[in-house]
């Protein structure tokens, strides 16, 4: 056997240096120019130059990287045998050959050398099975139909007919016709490795035929297009040009897939007269529409809008009272009165089956559990539950939706939620109504009024979609901290149920039954590790740890206590099972933030208790009242506002004119100055209710009188002494019990909304009702 690295010189089988080719193919009777990189097919052509110009050109099965070498396994068996006329070095180390086709040949095996690979190759020349008349006849007939391929071609310049008349043998023009055909790298192989030439060129012959129709068919679609083409027009170019293939192709304009698709879930889905007229409408300019159009993305977007909301009337699931009650029970301690009120609702609802009627509209401090009833009502009656919240909520057409003559426009919050829920009667939950705003982009309660009121929403009518769609089938509730944010015509909508903060005792039951088992729910700690929280460890978080109506800042405690057992138990330093007691509360959740010391504890001249009422519930408030030398000024601090301030006047004038009833000499005002104040004075403070509490404490000061330390009042008072009602009174006597006050003076005329309250607030408490002021300063002045 000859040396690896020397061409074996028989003329039919060979061993020679061999360059791999990407997309594309070398044949015999070409000259082709080739641009090498690869360091193994350098070094190929580098040999080769040394022994005798002699190369294999084998194309490659499949791409590689622009670095990589390829494997033999993914190299052609033919290739062509070469030699190199030219050779040039580019300046970035590429290697640049002009290389010519001489004979087809087989790979009988690669040899891998040093620096580059090698083949053993066997010289195999195409073979003529039919007689010559026949490859005749074929060949004439091939050289029309290529002459006629390369003058439709662009591609292909005229000088390359010139080479198809000189040529004489079947074989070197069928080569040439391979090398300038336009066809894959695949198919060109195929027929490279044809043996049986009349074959081949009857094979490729086919392929011109075809690639001549689809010339002619291009350039009939060209044509149409020109003869109305805009130049300033590109669009309107490709629209005409996309339109001359679908007549040649026999696809009319109504077959576009995404109209079809339109027109069939419009026909089926079971829309409103005025939904259909105007999905029918868009569905006509669809049609005439190009996707290259801006227009075509918005009506695309805009019948599926249409599409997506639900549109058949849904079963009423039924439901029975008692299971709404369990439910109700389950997810809510207490709340005994607003339970009642929801299944009286659900009862109506069951009987009349249908929903027109009041809405719901839930107010109380946070964390209450305003938002989870409104799940509970969804659970119990079987419907989909869809959560929006209206805070910070301040332009009309995130309610109403934008026209779709603004860019990005979309759909309101109501219609988003309709599709959310996928059913026309869902229930909807709108959370922190109280917390909207409005400005120079309109009202958004104001667009809630339609939404809202049962005898309108029937019919309410979004921007976007810009026709009726019916809402009378949905549940909607509100929530809100206060009603005083709310405009009163929307107020006047709604049936406001309100929700107290809790007692004590309910809260250690809530946090008992609920909160302890959600938070080892929500860390999945069930059955890993097992906390016990005793009563009197809960009842000392929620007395001394937190201060609030709700429950969440006392889940928060909960949930810091249970990281801090787990950290000790992944540490190794206690036990699996863990009981948490009082004096353990020092450890995990520090020193007491809230101590009862801030309430007045002793009987004292000028310092008395005052409720107030805020959005996250009652509070204590202390008045202070001091005498100074002066000339009868009234001194205010506290960061009062002018509703207190106003009361502040009021209570002084009053204690001017009846200051002898007291023993006080009636210019007392001449030689001294009044200084009130209340303190934590970073926090606003406002409201009418303060009157009582201010007038007793001015008299206390001037009379030089004690009051009772164990009591609170509150209750707005005229010039003439008369004690008018109050509001949020159940949050003030949950705040004057959480502050341990047994003595609450109140206005009469808040008797009848203690039968509102539960009993479990008024328990251990002496509500001392007071028509006239006369009477609060009675029982509270020693």
């Known amino acids: ?61 499949v791409h590689t990287e622009f670095n990589e070498n390829p494997k033999a396994k993914n190299l052609y068996r033919y290739g062509t045998l070469c030699t190199i006329l030219q050779i040039l070095k580019l300046p970035d180390g590429n290697m640049r050959l002009l290389v010519e086709g001489e004979s087809r040949v087989l790979v009988e095996r690669y040899y891998r050398a040093k620096d580059y690979l090698n083949a053993y190759v066997l010289k195999v020349d195409k073979t003529l099975t039919q007689s010559k008349i026949e490859m005749e006849a074929l060949v004439r007939s091939f050289k029309k ?126 829309l409103s007269k005025e939904a259909r007229k105007k999905a029918e409408d868009e569905l006509k300019k669809f049609s005439r529409m190009s996707n290259f159009s801006p227009e075509y993305s918005v009506i695309h977007t805009y019948l599926t809008w249409i599409l997506d909301l639900p549109w058949e009337e849904p079963k009423l699931k039924d439901f029975t009272l008692k299971t709404a009650q369990k439910i109700l029970d389950e997810d809510h301690y207490g709340l005994t009165k607003v339970k009642e009120r929801i299944l009286e609702y659900l009862a109506v609802v069951k009987l009349a089956k249908k929903v027109k009627g009041q809405i719901m509209c839930f107010v109380g401090p946070p964390g209450v559990g305003k938002t989870s009833l409104g799940k509970s009502i969804a659970r119990a009656m079987d419907r989909k539950f869809v959560r929006l919240s209206l805070g910070g909520v301040r332009d009309e057409a995130e309610i109403r939706g934008h026209r779709r003559t603004y860019v990005g426009a979309l759909p309101g919050v109501i219609i988003q939620s309709m599709k959310k829920a996928g059913t ?48 009378s089938q949905v549940i909607f509730i509100t929530t809100a901290n206060t009603l005083s944010s709310i405009p009163q015509p929307l107020i006047d909508r709604m049936e406001v149920i309100e929700l107290p903060g809790y007692t004590t005792f309910e809260k250690m039951n809530i ?55 787990v950290k000790k138990y992944v540490e190794g330093e206690t036990r699996k099972k863990v009981t948490i007691k009082n004096s353990d509360l020092k450890e995990f959740l520090g020193i007491p933030k809230h101590l009862y010391s801030e309430v007045n504890r002793k009987d004292s001249v000028g310092v008395v208790t005052g ?61 001294c100055d009044l200084h009130i104040h209340i303190p934590e004075g970073a926090i606003p403070k406002d409201g009418p209710s303060a009157g009582v509490t201010l007038v007793t404490a001015i008299i206390s000061v001037i009379a030089s009188r004690k009051i009772k330390h164990n009591l609170a009042m509150t209750g707005e008072i005229t010039l003439s002494g008369n004690v008018l ?31 509102e309250i539960q009993d479990e607030i008024k328990k251990e408490l002496n509500i001392i009702l007071v028509d006239r002021i006369e009477e609060a300063l009675d029982y509270s002045l020693k």
């Open 1 to 61: 056997m000859a040396k690896k690295d020397i061409p074996i010189t028989n003329s039919d089988y060979g061993l020679f240096p061999v360059i791999p080719l990407r997309n594309t193919i070398v044949v015999p009777y070409t000259i082709t120019p080739l641009v090498v990189g690869r360091e193994l097919s350098i070094n190929a052509a580098e040999a080769a130059l040394v022994i005798d110009k002699k190369i294999i050109c084998v194309t490659q099965r």
């Open 145 to 270: 139909v290529f002459k006629q391929y390369v003058n439709l071609n662009k591609a292909i310049p005229e000088e390359a007919l010139l080479p198809i008349d000189e040529s004489t043998k079947p074989e070197e023009f069928f080569y040439y016709s391979l090398a300038n055909i336009q066809l894959e790298i695949k198919k060109k192989q195929a027929l490279f490795e044809i043996d049986d030439l009349f074959e081949s060129i009857s094979r490729i012959y086919k392929i011109i035929v075809e690639e001549i129709q689809i010339l002619k068919l291009e350039n009939k679609i060209d044509g149409t297009v020109n003869t109305r083409l805009n130049k300033l027009q590109k669009e309107y170019y490709l629209t005409e040009q996309l339109k001359a293939i679908h007549k040649e192709l026999g696809v009319t304009k109504e077959e576009k897939t995404d109209l079809l698709d339109f027109q069939e879930k419009v026909k089926k889905a079971k």
């Open 424 to 471: 026309r009667n869902p229930l909807i939950m709108m959370d922190e109504i109280d917390k909207m705003s409005h400005d120079f982009r309109g009202d958004p309660a104001s667009a809630l009024l339609e939404v809202l009121d049962p005898e309108q929403n029937y019919s309410f009518r979004d921007h976007y979609l810009d026709f009726e769609y019916d809402l």
């Open 511 to 565: 946090a008992t039954r609920h909160l302890v088992p959600k938070v080892l729910k929500e860390h999945d700690l069930k059955g890993k590790i097992e906390i016990i929280y005793q009563d009197q460890a809960l009842d000392k978080i929620i007395k001394l740890y937190t201060r609030e109506a709700g429950v969440r800042s006392l889940e928060r405690q909960i949930a810091r206590i249970l990281r801090k057992v």
């Open 611 to 671: 409720l107030a009422w805020t959005q996250y519930g009652g509070e204590t408030l202390q008045v202070e009242v001091i005498k100074m030398k002066g000339t009868g000024k009234l001194k205010l601090t506290g960061q009062l506002g002018d509703v207190m301030q106003e009361s502040a006047q009021a209570a002084f004038s009053y204690a001017r004119l009846h200051a002898k009833k007291y023993n006080v000499n009636e210019d007392f005002y001449k030689n």
């Open 725 to 755: 009602p109050i509001g949020g009174l159940a949050e003030k006597l949950i705040a004057a019990k959480r502050a341990k006050i047994t003595n609450i003076i109140i206005p009469k005329k808040n008797e009848p909304n203690l039968t």
